[in-house]
């Protein structure tokens, strides 16, 4: 498979939505069991899940308290792959993870911008930029969430397994997803102001660092070869699975960045290529905003994901952020202006593995690092097999 050839498989698509309770009183959504919440955010909670095969062995009530057999779920409105993993996935895996969003809620969550738009009728003059209204609602994003995630199949990638959406029946919109045994990354603390590794107890070493960090660019190449930019890369969006291996998640800040004149807010910056665009909207978290972000002027969000990914990389060797101040105008002229700053620690850091980092964040968008030239970093090439071609 080549790198941008796109990999075929199905992902189910549900339109009917039973909700049941177990004799022991545990929920069920269609054929899978709710168990403990995984975590909570603005626009959801994310439950722990375990795909019950629907065999009638055992039997459930519904939310009205009737007696009911798993097997009479009926199976004419689910499709035949939620009943079914795809070919890569092992069959003994039960486990998923289900965001769970009110699309009531998401619907009174409205977002008002300003898009511009290149007019091709005046493609020279100075009007070649218009300027529209327009409003989105935080279920329009999770939609294109859904939509960005059905392309994607890529080992370092969370996979979506499933949608159940009951359409006008149910305010409940269910995803269902890869599940990533071992959590985040790193994970901040609040009462010292810093991020730690549950594997490490603290920062990582440089041989596990650049294990995580080869793992989030091979994904993000993925990513970027068909034209998606992630917007939001951060360690709470980059999960491990069992094995240990770094898989990007979250994708309702990501943007498929299509690559001609009617992009919705993209402004060509080359009219003899299509294929080079930026971005006047700025979404994600400031703390890993790239320079060209803190003022609200166009920018090439590929080139953002790369500042973000020398972020997290920072964040791995130091456990600190770079720039990290608390008022948001001072946290942008931090961002935009002050030097990069490498603290002292007791592990000492190979000039490869500085001169990487320093790349990554480059404040110079035209001179930073990009994807390709960090996977030829001389730091990489000192670990056997890293070039490895990751397919399952």
Same mark, same amino acid.
């Given at each position: 498979?080549?790198?941008?050839? %796109?990999?075929?498989?199905?992902?189910?698509?549900?339109?009917? *939505?039973?909700?049941? /309770?177990?004799? +022991?009183?545990? !929920? &069920?959504?269609?054929?899978?069991?709710?168990?403990?919440?995984?975590?909570?955010?603005?626009?959801?909670?994310?439950?722990?899940?375990?795909?019950?095969?629907?065999?009638?062995?055992?039997?459930?009530?519904?939310?009205?308290?009737?007696?009911?057999?798993?097997?009479?779920?009926?199976?004419?409105?689910?499709?035949?792959?939620?009943? %079914?993993?795809?070919?890569?996935?092992?069959?003994?895996?039960? *486990?998923?993870?289900? /965001?769970?969003? +009110?699309?009531? !809620? &998401?619907?009174?969550?409205?977002?008002?911008?300003?898009?511009?738009?290149?007019?091709?009728?005046?493609?020279?003059?100075?009007?070649?930029?218009?300027?529209?209204?327009?409003?989105?609602?935080?279920?329009?994003?999770?939609?294109?969430?859904?939509?960005?995630?059905?392309?994607?199949?890529?080992?370092?990638?969370?996979?979506?397994?499933?949608?159940?959406?009951?359409?006008?029946?149910?305010?409940? *919109?269910?995803?269902?997803?890869?599940?990533?045994?071992?959590?985040?990354?790193?994970?901040?603390?609040?009462?010292?102001?810093?991020?730690?590794?549950?594997?490490?107890?603290?920062?990582?070493?440089?041989?596990?660092?650049?294990?995580?960090?080869?793992?989030?660019?091979?994904?993000?190449?993925?990513?970027?070869?068909?034209?998606?930019?992630?917007?939001?890369?951060?360690?709470?969006?980059?999960?491990?699975?069992?094995?240990?291996?770094?898989?990007?998640?979250?994708?309702?800040?990501?943007?498929?960045?299509?690559?001609?004149?009617?992009?919705?807010?993209?402004?060509?910056?080359?009219?003899?290529?299509?294929?080079?665009?930026?971005?006047?909207?700025?979404?994600?978290?400031?703390?890993?905003?790239?320079?060209?972000?803190?003022?609200?002027?166009?920018?090439?969000?590929?080139?953002?994901?790369?500042?973000?990914?020398?972020?997290?990389?920072?964040?791995?060797?130091?456990?600190?952020?770079?720039?990290?101040?608390?008022?948001?105008?001072?946290?942008?002229?931090?961002?935009?202006?002050?030097?990069?700053?490498?603290?002292?620690?007791?592990?000492?850091?190979?000039?490869?593995?500085?001169?990487?980092?320093?790349?990554?964040?480059?404040?110079?968008?035209?001179?930073?690092?990009?994807?390709?030239?960090?996977?030829?970093?001389?730091?990489?090439?000192?670990?056997?097999?890293?070039?490895?071609?990751?397919?399952?």
């Amino acid at each position: 498979m080549s790198g941008t050839e %796109a990999r075929q498989w199905t992902i189910a698509e549900t339109h009917c *939505l039973v909700k049941t /309770k177990t004799e +022991s009183g545990s !929920k &069920l959504v269609n054929n899978y069991l709710l168990l403990h919440t995984l975590g909570q955010g603005r626009f959801g909670n994310v439950k722990l899940c375990e795909r019950i095969a629907n065999d009638g062995s055992s039997s459930s009530t519904t939310e009205t308290g009737q007696s009911v057999s798993n097997a009479t779920i009926p199976k004419d409105n689910v499709t035949s792959a939620s009943t %079914a993993l795809p070919a890569f996935a092992p069959q003994k895996t039960r *486990l998923f993870a289900m /965001k769970i969003f +009110s699309k009531r !809620k &998401l619907r009174r969550l409205k977002d008002y911008r300003i898009k511009k738009q290149v007019n091709d009728s005046a493609l020279k003059a100075d009007t070649a930029i218009m300027r529209m209204h327009f409003v989105t609602t935080a279920l329009d994003r999770v939609y294109e969430e859904i939509k960005i995630m059905r392309s994607l199949y890529h080992r370092n990638i969370v996979l979506l397994f499933e949608v159940i959406d009951a359409a006008d029946e149910s305010d409940k *919109l269910y995803m269902v997803l890869e599940y990533m045994a071992a959590g985040p990354c790193m994970v901040y603390r609040p009462s010292s102001k810093d991020f730690v590794s549950r594997v490490t107890g603290g920062v990582l070493g440089e041989d596990l660092a650049r294990s995580y960090l080869s793992d989030i660019l091979y994904g993000l190449q993925y990513l970027h070869q068909r034209h998606i930019c992630h917007r939001d890369i951060k360690p709470e969006n980059i999960l491990l699975c069992a094995s240990g291996r770094c898989h990007i998640t979250d994708f309702g800040c990501a943007k498929q960045c299509f690559n001609d004149r009617t992009a919705s807010d993209a402004i060509l910056t080359d009219p003899r290529s299509l294929k080079r665009i930026l971005l006047s909207d700025t979404v994600g978290t400031y703390q890993f905003f790239a320079p060209e972000c803190c003022y609200g002027e166009p920018y090439d969000p590929f080139k953002v994901d790369i500042w973000a990914v020398g972020i997290v990389f920072f964040l791995f060797l130091f456990g600190k952020l770079p720039y990290a101040s608390e008022n948001i105008q001072q946290l942008f002229d931090e961002i935009s202006r002050s030097t990069l700053t490498l603290p002292t620690t007791e592990l000492s850091h190979s000039p490869e593995c500085q001169n990487l980092l320093h790349r990554l964040l480059q404040k110079d968008p035209n001179q930073r690092i990009t994807i390709e030239e960090a996977l030829c970093h001389p730091w990489f090439t000192l670990v056997e097999d890293v070039a490895e071609l990751l397919s399952f």
